[in-house]
């Protein structure tokens, strides 16, 4: 893609409006919050305090609307403690000479690799990174500046308290990932009803797990209906695939097939069904004029479509029929054990309290200090870049320069599509805001509590319009920050264009910045695919090892935490693609190491069709009553670390090679046809040639020309 396209259609993206607006409730709950904090504080003791209390409200409220699965109240808390910290360095720094810029670099430094720790956590450290640029031009002394930093802290204290106090939608979040994963999983079938080898979208699941992950106050006051159903779904999908694949399910045409075809579709009208209720709190109603549709029943003999299927494909349908009739049977029962849920013990995944994430986030922020990481590059660039903005401004003798490193901090973004979308929008945006803002301050001379109530009604605008776009939602917060510093004494006109020009020189120096030092991923798509086939190595590794050991619970211990792992390694590869999509780079260059973009394609088509017929292997593990399969743990241990190797050698740009892993297939292969005639032996069998045939489309996918020896690839992590 050239330059100008990429420009083109991420200042499109940045502009785009959409209509939909957040709950006018919640904007109405953080709006409140904050006049609770403004209008006190103007009153006791005077404008400057009152734009400290009203940026730490502020922020603190916007950290309320971030997606996350976390108590609101707790955001708000911890973006209360980091702008009170910030504001008090701020202060304290500014006062002596040459500390300020260093304490800017440091912190915007630390704000870039927040990053690493999740979208949330980078957007409140960057709106620190703003306020404390924004708070310190106001006059003050050392000894006040902890009056203002804790005058920040309360802001976001307030927040909090009405958030704890006036509950909107608790639950919204975690319905709607449970929910999606169940609609998810309806488009899933409709699409195997006409392509049996359809790949499901991980990302429901993997936003599904993080919603499930409880603190102990939210287990205790967790829905029923959201007891259970993920793990449910989670079964549902393995059963898909199974029942669709023409290599273990249904035969590929005829009667069976249509018969499939059927299922499938009444499996789609039934989950679409449990996503409704799940995100409404409705009690389920299942569509009755749906063919096939006993198959959500439980104890439906013959009506269940089994009729017309034989072997693997029978054994789906029925698994389908119960997984499915267990989750619409869940949510009838709902209504009936609230009062009883309420007072079970929490069971499940378990949220750690903030302060015990503390050491984890650390040692997750620790491994990005290296040269190769994209979260340390964006670090880097954000400190020299927002440190230059500001000496640069001050230089220049600019009296508002501030509005330049403001604007680069709110910019950038680890990625390219990110950073360039909303440095239009931010610079737009805030033009607008500005120049009407000012007007209304020029034209109508508000006194001080017209302004206070102005900037209050913006905060809640902003709120408001989180979802229309950041465009939108800029001109609302530009507005706010022009209402709460026209408190302050000076001339309007002068201060518009001050602040118009310095947003546009700061969008400019960013986006200036990512394009001369720039984090493409498509020079990192290499280490995505290569990350996704050591995990899927893994995961069929574990698969195996269970049909090896079904007595010894492999597949609770063992094979879901693959599961996970090889879907968060595939998430992260098309999260990468689709950035990569939009990079001003040609992808026929020799931008992905030694992989042409012909062959990184194909290699991840077989890397799919390893994961995919490992899925299906999951399908029909065995009870842990069944005889173990000889030789499957052997088998499965070389697969391990044959796929190790392999991810090494596409790292280094070197062929892959599974002879050996071929003639240990062979070898087993040959051993399990001597045994008796076993649904378990041919299913194992099956499901060993699939992995096989993918492993061989993947080594003929990344075959290179002959090129000198080289060293030997080590296993990843080794």
Known sequence: MSWFTALRDTAKAGLTVDRSLTNPRRALRGA???????????????PAQATSAAMGAFIAGTATFQRSFRPRASLALVAAAGLGLSTFLGYVAVGIPGAYPVLLALWAFAAGLAWAIGPTAGVVAAN??????????????VPTAI??????SVGGAVQALVVTLWPIDSWRAQRDALADIYAGLGDYARRLRHDPVAQVDPEPFIVGRQAARLTARQARRRPPELRGLRTIAERIRPALAALADPRVGAAEEGPERDRAREVLAAAAEVLDALARAIRSGDPVRLPRDTPGLALARPGSGSGNGEDLLRGGARRSARRLSGLLGRAADRLDRQDRTTVQARTEPATGLRRPPLVKVVPAALATVGRQLHRHSAIFHHAARMAVVVTAAYLASRLLRIEHGYWAPMTTAMVMRPDFAQTFSRGVARVAGTAAGVLVSTAVVQVFDPGDWVLAVLAVCCMGLAYLTMRTGYAVTTVAISSYVVFLLGLQPGDPVGLAVDRVSMTLLGGFVALAAYALFPTWQTARLPERLAEWLASAGRYAAAVFGAYGDPAGGLAEKEVRPALLDVREARSEMLAALDRAEVEPVRHDEQVLRELTRKQFDKAR?????????????????PGEDAPPVPGAAAFGEELRDATALAAAAVLLGQDVDFTALREAHRTWDHQLAGLPRDDRIDVTRAGARLVMQALTELERSVRTRQRAARPEPVPLGA
């Not at 409140?32 to 005077?46: D, E, I, N, Q, R």
Request: with cysteine; proline share 4%; charged share 5%.
């Open 147 to 152: 009056q203002h930093g804790l005058l920040c």
């Open 128 to 141: 620190t990174l703003a306020v404390m640029m924004v708070v310190v031009q106001l006059p003050v002394s």
């Open 32 to 46: 409140l919050a904050a006049a609770l904090v403004v209008f006190p504080t103007l009153f006791l003791y005077g």
């Open 605 to 621: 088509s077989a890397v799919g069709m390893l994961d995919r017929s490992t899925v299906l292997l999951e399908a029909h593990l």
